[in-house]
């Protein structure tokens, strides 16, 4: 019987190709073939939980097959979405669940209002939207990666004026010091030049927030046309928008990705429709079999391949301890023992501080540094289970390896803070 770490470089060693004959598969290419022709049709909520085929096929891609029969709880999650920090989806220690809210958002935005100046004297209140969560150290724009949203500010009762925002390997090119690596204050930098370069020039401002969001702001415009005058028509025609008060709005709404693209998320513009989506859920339907078949034969791969996949995306051990999958991984090659689902807030944070000093958790952004780490794991394992060890399901569904609703308070106060 082949080892976990020959098993796991044959596959990984050109996963596009393992990939590939995965989507050939009979009874993929069948299911493939009827979500991708059929997701089109699904508008509502409703709609995707009514088509059994649909649902479980969304459900198997984002990982949350053990799921399935939950239709009410998915329901919630589905219809509270993940636009806000306080929705359903995103107080939960599980992402899964979040990144399913995103890809079947069915259209949902985000949209703010300014204020009137509530005395003689007050300022009236701008309209200002912040990403409901913080930006990435870095994102890989260098493929098919973009982000694209839709800003949108009503300026006065009858004025209403918009800009379709593209980040992509086209739009930032020249733009950013390294494609593969675009920074946080190179995004807000690229989405405010874009919105100068538009209609909302003057009107709306972007940037990048103390706590590392993506935001936007309305502001004042004073252009008294070519003849610098107050008055005229045509050319001399005077621009004035006011930054605050109840007429000013921002909207943020969600526009299909271009040809071939794959959404990455920065904030906003990730809760595409369901139908925009579809290259995506099929690809990650097609890894997500991928790592379950391996999985039948050796536990040990399927591990391997799922923290291939999650690595890079890592920010903190607590990223980590946060999934069971995540967390047998760490501990094999650290040699930690599991832990109870009883554990307390300091052995939680004694236990991530050990796996930090352990783990290069930024180094596993470098695919060269990820593949040694999962090697030695494999090598690891395959020292420790000399036979093939049986799939072990409870892995893969959420915070199995530490007290879930001690993560859910965590992660609710960092929300609030």
């Known amino acids: 019987m082949t080892d976990t770490l020959t098993s796991y470089r044959l596959i990984a060693k050109d996963l596009p190709a393992s990939l590939a004959r995965k989507a050939a598969e009979p009874t993929v290419a069948r299911e493939t073939a009827y979500y991708e022709a059929h997701i089109g049709q699904v508008k509502t909520v409703d709609d995707l939980l009514g088509d059994q085929r649909l649902y479980a096929y969304a459900m198997k891609a984002y990982g949350l097959e053990e799921m399935t029969y939950a239709k009410a709880f998915m329901r919630k999650v ?3 979405g993940a636009a806000s920090a306080a929705s359903f989806a995103n107080r939960l220690a599980d992402d899964r669940y979040t990144a399913f809210a995103k890809s079947f958002s069915f259209g949902q935005g985000v949209s703010a209002t300014g204020a009137d100046a509530a005395s003689f004297g007050e300022r009236a209140r701008a309209a200002t939207l912040s990403a409901p969560k913080l930006l990435a150290d870095a994102y890989d724009f260098s493929g098919r990666a973009e982000a694209s949203f839709l800003v949108e500010s009503r300026l006065d009762a009858t004025t209403t004026q918009s800009v379709t925002i593209r980040l992509n390997a086209q739009t930032l090119a020249g733009r950013v010091q390294d494609l593969s690596k675009v920074t946080p204050s190179e995004i807000a930098t ?13 009107k709306v401002q972007a940037g990048l927030a103390a706590d590392g969001s993506l ?17 005229g028509s045509g050319l001399n025609a005077d621009t004035l928008v006011s930054a605050g008060g109840a007429i000013r709005t921002l909207a943020i709404r969600n ?13 906003f513009g990730t809760d595409l429709g369901p139908d925009t989506m ?15 078949d391996a999985g039948d034969t050796d536990t040990g791969v399927r591990l391997a391949l799922y923290f291939a996949r999650k690595g890079p995306s890592l920010s903190s051990a607590y990223d980590i301890l946060g999934d069971a999958a995540l967390s047998q991984v760490a501990n094999t090659v650290i040699g930690l023992p599991a832990t109870s689902g009883a554990a307390t807030s300091e052995a939680l944070a004694k236990r991530a501080q050990l796996i930090a000093d352990k783990i290069d958790i930024a180094g596993l952004r470098d695919p060269a540094k990820l593949d040694a780490f999962l090697r030695r794991f494999a090598a690891i394992w395959d020292a420790q289970n000399n036979t093939a060890s049986a799939p072990v399901l409870a892995l893969f569904t959420g915070a199995g390896g530490i007290d879930a609703e001690l993560l859910l308070n965590r992660q609710t106060a960092r929300i609030g803070a």
């Open 190 to 202: 690229a989405v405010a030049a874009q919105i100068e370069g538009s209609d909302l020039k003057g």
């Open 78 to 80: 589905l219809e509270e």
């Open 255 to 267: 526009v299909p990705l271009s040809a071939d693209r794959t959404a990455v998320d920065v904030g």
């Open 215 to 231: 935001f936007f702001e309305t502001t004042a415009l004073t252009d008294l046309g070519a003849d610098g005058a107050y008055g």
């Open 278 to 292: 579809a290259l995506t859920v099929t690809q990650a339907y097609l890894r997500q079999s991928l790592e379950s």
